[in-house]
């Protein structure tokens, strides 16, 4: 199973990986960063397809997308 890893510090807060997610998992968090802006989070890792389409329209390279360990996800 995939999820996306987001390096919220990182990050300046564009939006332009949510609008490039096909599931529309990612949001807008309320929290700020060190930056003083928003971050995006994952609101259902479980749905998350690993297409990497939020790491590769992000300029600043925020978001990487990582196996997890979770139980019925795994490939053997
Ligand atoms: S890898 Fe794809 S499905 Fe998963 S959060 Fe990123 S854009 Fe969405
Ligand atoms: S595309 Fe990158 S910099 Fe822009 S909001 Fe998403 S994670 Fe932050």
Partial sequence: MKKPLI???KCKGCGLCIGA????ILEMSSAFNK??????KCKD???CIGCK???????????E??????P?????
Wanted: hydrophobic residues 25%; proline residues 11%.
């Fill in 21 to 24: 997610c096909p599931k529309k």
């Fill in 7 to 9: 390096s919220v510090e």
């Fill in 72 to 76: 019925g996800g795994k490939n053997g």
């Fill in 65 to 70: 997308i990582v196996e997890t360990d979770e």
């Fill in 35 to 40: 930056q003083g802006v928003n971050y995006p």
């Fill in 53 to 63: 389409f939020c790491a590769m329209i992000c300029p600043d390279c925020v978001i």
């Fill in 45 to 47: 890792e479980p749905s």
